[in-house]
């Protein structure tokens, strides 16, 4: 393997959307803390979906509200992890690319929140079915999550690799 082979970054889409994902988290939530008080609300669809500035000091759903210091460290250890599997293991995927690089976008985004402020910025608000309010972070984990269980079900079958050969059977 020469150089230029080593040094080309495996998993490109797994960064460019980890990338994406941190960049539009973090400009749009200082775009609500910027331009809105706490607890302002601006109704986009009245009743429906508003965007409203309120944060979290726990994890989705405000769980561990109380007691919530130790969800830095875990978004600290999932983007650790991710980024060690991005950077040094050829990802099985697209499906898994993006599954794993939307997860890094929303656990960096929230945990940068959490190491800053001690809490996370939310503002998604759809009231339409009484939704608890959340950020782009929350749904980069989402379609992260989304991504990697459609690349469950496209699991090779009938003794078929990823690349399409066949096993040796013995």
């Known amino acids: 393997m020469g150089f230029t082979e080593a040094m080309r970054l495996k998993n490109r889409l797994f960064w460019g959307l980890a990338i994406a994902g941190l960049i ?3 400009l749009t939530k200082l775009w609500v803390v910027k331009t809105f008080e706490l607890y302002d609300t601006i109704p986009l669809w009245p009743e429906v979906f508003h965007f409203t500035y309120v944060t979290n000091k726990g994890a989705a759903f405000s769980l561990f509200s109380e007691n919530g210091e130790w969800l830095r460290w ?4 999932v983007s650790g992890a991710l980024m060690v599997v991005g950077a040094a293991v050829k990802l099985a995927n ?3 690319q993006a599954g ?3 997860i890094l976008a929303g656990a960096l985004g929230n945990g940068i929140d959490r190491f800053l402020n001690g809490e996370v910025v939310d503002f998604l608000d759809f009231r339409l079915i009484q939704f608890p309010v959340f950020n782009v972070a929350d749904v980069c984990i ?3 999550i989304v991504c990697l269980l459609w690349a ?3 699991s090779p079958k009938n003794g078929k690799e990823n ?3 066949k096993k040796i059977q013995s």
């Open 24 to 26: 539009l988290d973090q």
């Open 74 to 77: 875990l978004s600290l250890l």
């Open 94 to 96: 697209r499906w898994e």
């Open 100 to 102: 794993y690089g939307f």
């Open 142 to 144: 989402n379609i992260g």
């Open 152 to 154: 469950a079900f496209q």
């Open 163 to 165: 690349n399409g050969s």
